[in-house]
C-alpha cells in the first residue's frame, strides 16, 4: 500500500510570492489533515478535513493561507503571500475512519514540504 | 487545553545502552497516547501507542505504559542501535465518539546513537 505522497519536497520562495503543497493522501482515507511543524518543534494542526468537509480550521491562517480538497481525495494547501515567518515543514497525513463508538484512528504521515522564505 | 512535555534532547547514547525518553501529559478527557518518530530526511512514523490506563504500546524493541496515576508515557528500550538514531515525539489525542480530534505533539527529542 502506498504511503502518503507530497510534494514538492522542498521549495525556496521569496517573500510575498505565492506557493502551494499538494498531498495525496493514502488510498480510502477519508480524513486528511495539513499540519506546520516549526524547527526544533512538533508538528501543529492547521487544517482538518472529513472527506471534502473542512471541519477543523481554527488555528489555518485565513488571511494568507487557504485549502481545499476537492472531490475528498487530493488536497492543495496555498500561502499567498508568504512572509519569513513561514518558513517551516509542511505535513500532510491522512486516517481512516474506524468502525465503533470510540473513535481511535491512527494518523500516517508524509514526508513533508520543506518551506523556505527568503 | 491539551498539552505534552517531552524530555528535551539531543540525547547520545553508546550503542547497547538503555534508553529512556521521558514523556508526561495533560488532557481534560481520556486520550490515547503516542510516540511518533522522524528519521533523517523522512516523515512521521507512527512507532508504538496505547489507548487506556495501564495499557503497553510496544514495536521494534520499543516499549511505553500508559501511567494515568502519573500522566506519563515514557519511552523506554533495553538495548539502541545506531539504526534507532531519529527525533522521537510523544503525542496524545482525545478519543471520543463522533469526529476524529487533532493530535497534539511535543517538542520532540532528538536521539543520536553512537557506534
Known amino acids: 500500500e502506498a504511503g502518503v505522497v507530497q510534494s514538492p519536497r522542498y521549495k525556496i520562495i521569496e517573500k510575498k510570492q505565492p506557493v502551494a503543497f499538494w498531498c495525496n493522501p493514502i488510498s480510502g482515507h477519508n480524513t486528511l489533515y495539513w499540519y506546520r511543524q516549526n524547527l526544533g518543534q512538533g508538528p501543529e494542526l492547521l487544517i482538518r478535513y472529513e472527506n471534502e468537509e473542512a471541519v477543523d480550521d481554527s488555528q489555518l491562517p485565513k488571511d494568507r493561507f487557504s485549502a481545499e480538497r476537492l472531490k475528498g481525495v487530493d488536497s492543495t494547501l496555498k500561502i499567498q503571500p508568504a512572509e519569513l515567518g513561514d518558513s517551516a515543514v509542511y505535513l500532510c497525513?491522512?486516517?481512516?475512519?474506524?468502525?465503533?463508538?470510540?473513535?481511535?484512528?491512527?494518523?500516517?504521515f508524509g514526508p513533508g514540504t520543506r518551506l523556505t522564505v527568503l | 487545553g491539551n498539552s505534552v512535555t517531552q524530555m528535551e534532547g539531543p540525547v547520545t547514547l553508546s550503542e547497547e545502552a538503555f534508553l529512556t525518553i521521558n514523556c508526561t501529559y495533560t488532557a481534560t478527557g481520556y486520550p490515547s497516547l503516542f510516540w511518533y518518530v522522524q528519521y533523517p530526511g523522512e516523515g512521521l512514523q507512527l512507532l508504538l501507542k496505547?489507548?487506556?490506563?495501564?495499557d503497553k504500546g510496544s514495536n521494534k524493541g520499543f516499549e511505553a505504559t500508559y501511567r494515568k496515576e502519573t500522566t506519563s508515557f515514557h519511552l523506554e528500550k533495553g538495548s539502541v542501535q545506531v539504526s534507532d538514531s531519529a527525533v522521537y515525539f510523544c503525542a496524545l489525542r482525545e478519543t471520543s465518539s463522533g469526529s476524529a480530534r487533532q493530535l497534539t505533539f511535543g517538542s520532540g527529542t532528538q536521539l543520536t546513537v553512537l557506534p
Open positions: 497525513a491522512s486516517s481512516r475512519r474506524t468502525s465503533g463508538r470510540v473513535r481511535t484512528d491512527t494518523q500516517y
Open positions: 496505547a489507548t487506556k490506563a495501564d
